[in-house]
């Protein structure tokens, strides 16, 4: 862990040495949209950091991006009011617009969210760190997402466009919104995250209370003006501050029918014990996760190499689908872990936008003392930092740390570290892999690597009733977007995949009658006349 290494001497530039067109300007956001207008902001405000560091005379410095509104209580209450407003029991504009009406407002967001690609692409590289190729593809992954739940929608809405007949009974179902929806996301994916969840709980017909991200805030500042454009004032409504101050009060009011939360487990349960209705909330989550990869005697080893590092590092390990310990047996283990760490000491370290970079600085301020003090309790413990540079630190960037032997006395074996150390435990019997996940509080995902028909057999009947996905010789993750997303134990509620999340934002609702002569002619001249939004039978091409 030397702090001399000359690799790193040139990690971090003068602004001087930042290229034009990757910089951005410095945004002192003073606007939050409230019932359809952008609010002017005069009070507190939270400035906003980049990991970025500058070099001064006084060291490194992370660079000051801007500053956002640091709303109160009351105002939160008055975004709370207009999102309960514009929702008006199910009878405000935007749930009670057709499908078809609400799926051109949505198009409409989408063109005018295109328009500002490049400025959030760099927004996000400044902001959280995320490589250029990487945070290219969030922006386009969720373009894609809207544009494939927007397809899905209309598939849905085909379906239920016919009437169906039961016992002498008619009914057109079709799924309708549940209410206001309080969104709040992660700072990993500010963008993509958060919209997978407000996009088809927009979509539905509910109406949004949207917590800005901690990190990743001002990447939806040139949005704002998409969403006060696209939608009917009140739809979307932001909320920026401390989630304790403005989320509390918001919760205990009880007028959140649902909370989307992508986070921990611990914050989730606060919050849901803050509403005092515990039936009428429903909760989408997407919470912890030390996803494990089992590297067998079996394994193809270049293949487990290449897919574990892709999994344990993209994005310095800061992805909830990231793997966070690996299983390797023993036969395999020093091939193994001499080839991972190889690979690991040669992974480029440098700035978001420069070429071919795949380690960069860390958002949050306390993850690299949390980091050491993680791989310190390994090291006192009896493992070593198997790689060149393994865990070492300048302001805050940390290069990846390959540790062996872990073992259960140490905190990576239990806790989610969410950053660049690879965790390895060596393993005789295939049944201590399985006993791991059996005794974890989560269940998110595994990945197997194996190459024995029966050996993986086995493995995948024990793990697909402990996680919600086995991968087989390759990382975990979320995509494609329209494979379900959820998982066990203490990592989620409800299930998210592009469909999915349409069921989960929505309840079926039905109108039935009983076939007689008059209510075929009531139903037929409702129709007919296009009288109502829900009874129709209109065909959305
Ligand atoms: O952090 C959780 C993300 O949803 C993971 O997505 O597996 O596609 O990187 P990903």
Redesign the pocket.
């Known amino acids: 862990m030397s702090s001399e290494n000359p690799t790193f001497q040139d990690l971090f530039k003068s602004e001087n040495d930042i290229p034009e067109e990757y910089k951005v300007p410095t945004i002192h956001q003073r606007e939050y949209l409230l019932n359809g207008e952008l609010i002017q902001w005069n009070g507190d405000v939270t400035e906003i950091y980049s990991p970025i560091c500058i070099p001064t005379e006084n060291g490194l410095q992370r660079k000051l991006l801007g500053s956002i509104p640091n709303i109160t209580a009351k105002e939160a209450m008055d975004v709370l009011e207009a999102s309960v407003k514009a929702y008006d029991n199910g009878l405000g504009e935007w749930p009670t617009m057709s499908v078809e009406a609400r799926i051109k407002c949505m198009q409409k967001f989408v063109y005018l969210m295109i328009q500002q690609r490049d400025l959030v692409i760099k927004l996000l590289m400044w902001e959280i760190g995320k490589t250029l190729p990487d945070s290219t593809k969030e922006f386009d992954r969720t373009v894609d997402y809207i544009n494939l739940t927007i397809d899905a929608l209309k598939d849905l809405d085909r379906e239920s466009s016919r009437f169906k007949e039961a016992e002498g009974t008619i009914a057109q179902i079709r799924r309708a919104p549940l209410g206001v929806v309080l969104s709040m996301g992660?700072f990993?994916?500010p963008l993509?995250?958060i919209f997978t969840t407000l996009i088809p709980a927009l979509i539905m017909g509910n109406t949004i209370l949207f917590k800005l991200p901690k990190h990743g805030v001002l990447a939806h500042y040139p949005l704002l003006k998409a969403f006060q454009e696209a939608f009917p004032k009140g739809t979307v409504n932001t909320l920026y501050g401390k989630g304790s101050e403005i989320i509390t009060p918001i919760m205990e009011s009880g007028k959140v029918n649902v909370l989307a939360f992508i986070g921990s487990s611990k914050v989730a349960n606060g919050l849901k014990k803050l509403h005092p209705k515990v039936n009428r909330l429903r909760a989408i989550l997407?919470l912890d996760a030390k996803n494990a990869a089992i590297v067998t005697k079996h394994a193809n080893i270049d293949v487990a190499v290449s897919e574990c590092i892709l999994g344990a590092l993209?994005f310095n390990g800061q992805?909830?689908?990231a793997l966070k310990l690996i299983f390797v047996q023993k036969e395999v283990a020093e091939e193994f872990t001499q080839k991972l760490s190889t690979a690991v000491s040669a992974m480029k370290a440098g700035l978001p936008w420069e070429k071919d970079v795949k380690i960069t600085p860390l958002p949050e301020v306390n993850k690299p003392p949390y980091l050491k003090e993680c791989i310190e309790d390994a090291l006192a413990k009896g493992a070593k930092v198997l790689n060149e540079n393994g865990g070492y630190n300048e302001a805050s960037f940390v290069f990846p740390a390959v540790v062996y032997p872990v073992n259960d006395q140490m905190k990576l074996y239990h806790e989610e570290q969410f950053g660049p150390i690879i965790p390895i435990v060596p393993f005789d019997d295939i049944s201590e892999p399985i006993d791991y996940q059996v005794n974890a509080n989560h269940g998110m995902q595994v990945s197997i690597f194996s190459e024995d028909p029966v050996e993986t057999s086995k493995l995948i009947d024990a793990f697909v009733n402990l996680v919600s996905r086995v991968n087989i010789n390759c990382q975990?993750?979320?995509?494609p977007d329209v494979f379900p997303?959820t998982g066990r134990k203490d990592s989620a509620e409800g299930t998210l995949s592009v469909f999915d999340a349409l069921r989960s934002f929505s309840i079926r609702s039905l109108v039935a009658a009983k076939i007689t002569e008059s209510n075929k002619t009531l139903l037929n001249s409702i129709v007919r006349d296009h009288d109502s939004n829900f009874l129709s039978t209109d065909y959305i091409f």
């Open positions: 992660p990993n994916y993509n995250e997407s993209s992805r909830c689908t975990a993750q979320r995509g997303f």
